[in-house]
């Protein structure tokens, strides 16, 4: 199955086999795919990644929204995908859904012909379970780190299937331009109404569900930039009272001050409960939003010297800029390597990363796989590139002399399982959890 490194069968074997420990995903709920009924169909894998390749490739915007609506049916949908999908398919998201859609579902390949029996195919599997199918048995998902981003007032999702997720502690609901201060009072019972009841509501997430949660995570550079200055708490209160008391518009750099008080905070909190730090670096999902001032990794490093007991871990190898993720690794014993998105945002790129970060950074601290989807059959597809992408760039790291194959194996199994499920304290589980795929 793996092409070049199967000439390294302990190798292929070990990343075939090894059960992945996924550090990232935005899952919906089972129960929310059960009552999608007939209403899901092949465009539901194309949510988020594809989309945005799609618009890439030229699809209008409306038509990309249609997608995900409930107002095209299947027929409707294909004809406005079809143009685009020959044009975006061999990126690392299109790869994805056709690993999936040939290997979870049997049928080669998405086209005209096959586009109904995929979506036969996925409701036919639409039934309870359905999820820990696709995630353990099918990907070889051993746990899956949740970060739920449906709405800005959901700090922390409850209800999720426990035997094999963990969730994280959503802190960029505290780092919103504008605070869902109703949410968290309906929440809470608590009526952020000045800085110091802000930090009680905030407070009272990490009290409530510290010891539930394996991290906390920040994705700001969706709207912020990376660099977080230590602002006095007066200067925090007085943007708040401005900004929530008296209802009046922040200049940048009050809003700046008033987050940038809010995520110390939450380090500081993270320090106490010894909760690892999940920050989004580098790329950004969506179109025409790629702004490469707000997503570098090195705007960090100021934290990384102040919070030397909080362990950070850097998401999508900040990509473009893997080389500071890279050297900042290297640096900071407290800096982790996650290849989480970035095997699908640029297949190649990883691999010679994935290279670059085991000649550079000690191996414990280098993270795998996380699959940062929406839909859980994309696991699959992204777990198969992940795997594969693996086992290439150790099989070259063999053959160019710098690696011998059994320390390769070890490191697969290092950087595909091991190193995260330390990381997150999770509990272990049997050495092998895939059905056969
Ligand atoms: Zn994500």
């Given at each position: 199955?793996?092409?070049?490194?199967?000439?390294?069968?302990?190798?292929?074997?070990?990343?075939?086999?090894?059960?992945?420990?996924?550090?990232?995903?935005?899952?919906?709920?089972?129960?929310?795919?059960?009552?999608?009924?007939?209403?899901?169909?092949?465009?539901?894998?194309?949510?988020?990644?594809?989309?945005?390749?799609?618009?890439?490739?030229?699809?209008?915007?409306?038509?990309?929204?249609?997608?995900?609506?409930?107002?095209?049916?299947?027929?409707?949908?294909?004809?406005?995908?079809?143009?685009?999908?020959?044009?975006?398919?061999?990126?690392?998201?299109?790869?994805?859904?056709?690993?999936?859609?040939?290997?979870?579902?049997?049928i080669p390949d998405l086209?005209?012909?096959?586009?109904?029996?995929?979506?036969?195919?996925?409701?036919?599997?639409?039934?309870?379970?359905?999820?820990?199918?696709?995630?353990?048995?099918?990907?070889?998902?051993?746990?899956?780190?949740?970060?739920?981003?449906?709405?800005?007032?959901?700090?922390?999702?409850?209800?999720?299937?426990?035997?094999?997720?963990?969730?994280?502690?959503?802190?960029?609901?505290?780092?919103?331009?504008?605070?869902?201060?109703?949410?968290?009072?309906?929440?809470?019972?608590?009526?952020?109404?000045?800085?110091?009841?802000?930090?009680?509501?905030?407070?009272?997430?990490?009290?409530?569900?510290?010891?539930?949660?394996?991290?906390?995570?920040?994705?700001?550079?969706?709207?912020?930039?990376?660099?977080?200055?230590?602002?006095?708490?007066?200067?925090?209160?007085?943007?708040?009272?401005?900004?929530?008391?008296?209802?009046?518009?922040?200049?940048?750099?009050?809003?700046?001050?008033?987050?940038?008080?809010?995520?110390?905070?939450?380090?500081?909190?993270?320090?106490?409960?010894?909760?690892?730090?999940?920050?989004?670096?580098?790329?950004?999902?969506?179109?025409?939003?790629?702004?490469?001032?707000?997503?570098?990794?090195?705007?960090?490093?100021?934290?990384?010297?102040?919070?030397?007991?909080?362990?950070?871990?850097?998401?999508?190898?900040?990509?473009?800029?893997?080389?500071?993720?890279?050297?900042?690794?290297?640096?900071?014993?407290?800096?982790?390597?996650?290849?989480?998105?970035?095997?699908i945002i640029d297949p190649?790129?990883?691999?010679?990363?994935?290279?670059?970060?085991?000649?550079?950074?000690?191996?414990?601290?280098?993270?795998?796989?996380?699959?940062?989807?929406?839909?859980?059959?994309?696991?699959?597809?992204?777990?198969?590139?992940?795997?594969?992408?693996?086992?290439?760039?150790?099989?070259?790291?063999?053959?160019?002399?710098?690696?011998?194959?059994?320390?390769?194996?070890?490191?697969?199994?290092?950087?595909?399982?091991?190193?995260?499920?330390?990381?997150?304290?999770?509990?272990?589980?049997?050495?092998?959890?895939?059905?056969?795929?």
């Amino acid at each position: 199955m793996l092409i070049f490194p199967d000439r390294y069968p302990r190798l292929c074997e070990t990343a075939e086999q090894t059960p992945l420990i996924d550090t990232h995903e935005h899952l919906q709920e089972e129960r929310d795919r059960l009552a999608l009924g007939d209403r899901l169909d092949f465009a539901c894998l194309f949510r988020a990644y594809l989309l945005a390749d799609l618009v890439s490739a030229g699809m209008s915007r409306s038509d990309a929204e249609e997608m995900t609506a409930d107002n095209l049916d299947q027929d409707e949908k294909w004809l406005r995908v079809a143009p685009f999908w020959d044009r975006a398919r061999h990126g690392g998201y299109g790869r994805a859904i056709a690993l999936t859609i040939r290997e979870v579902y049997g049928i080669p390949d998405l086209n005209r012909d096959t586009y109904r029996d995929v979506t036969a195919a996925m409701r036919a599997q639409n039934r309870p379970g359905v999820h820990r199918r696709l995630i353990r048995e099918k990907a070889g998902v051993s746990w899956y780190v949740l970060h739920h981003v449906g709405d800005a007032g959901t700090v922390y999702r409850e209800g999720i299937d426990p035997a094999i997720c963990r969730r994280v502690l959503g802190v960029n609901c505290f780092l919103r331009d504008s605070l869902p201060l109703d949410d968290f009072a309906a929440r809470t019972g608590i009526r952020a109404d000045s800085w110091e009841a802000f930090q009680a509501v905030m407070d009272w997430y990490f009290e409530r569900y510290a010891a539930d949660a394996v991290a906390i995570k920040n994705n700001c550079p969706y709207w912020r930039g990376l660099r977080f200055d230590d602002p006095p708490p007066e200067r925090a209160a007085a943007a708040f009272e401005k900004r929530y008391v008296h209802g009046q518009a922040l200049e940048p750099g009050e809003l700046k001050a008033l987050q940038d008080a809010a995520f110390h905070f939450c380090l500081r909190r993270a320090a106490t409960h010894d909760l690892p730090v999940q920050i989004h670096t580098g790329y950004l999902a969506g179109n025409r939003n790629l702004d490469t001032d707000r997503i570098r990794p090195s705007d960090l490093t100021n934290l990384f010297v102040q919070y030397p007991h909080v362990r950070f871990d850097l998401f999508h190898i900040g990509y473009p800029y893997q080389g500071e993720i890279a050297a900042l690794a290297k640096n900071f014993p407290n800096v982790h390597v996650d290849l989480c998105w970035a095997w699908i945002i640029d297949p190649y790129a990883t691999r010679r990363a994935l290279q670059t970060f085991i000649a550079t950074v000690p191996v414990n601290k280098i993270f795998g796989f996380g699959g940062d989807v929406f839909t859980a059959d994309g696991v699959y597809g992204h777990a198969r590139i992940a795997r594969w992408g693996t086992a290439w760039a150790l099989a070259r790291m063999i053959d160019q002399g710098y690696l011998g194959e059994g320390d390769a194996a070890t490191i697969a199994r290092m950087i595909l399982h091991d190193n995260a499920r330390e990381f997150f304290d999770l509990p272990s589980r049997p050495a092998t959890l895939r059905s056969s795929s």
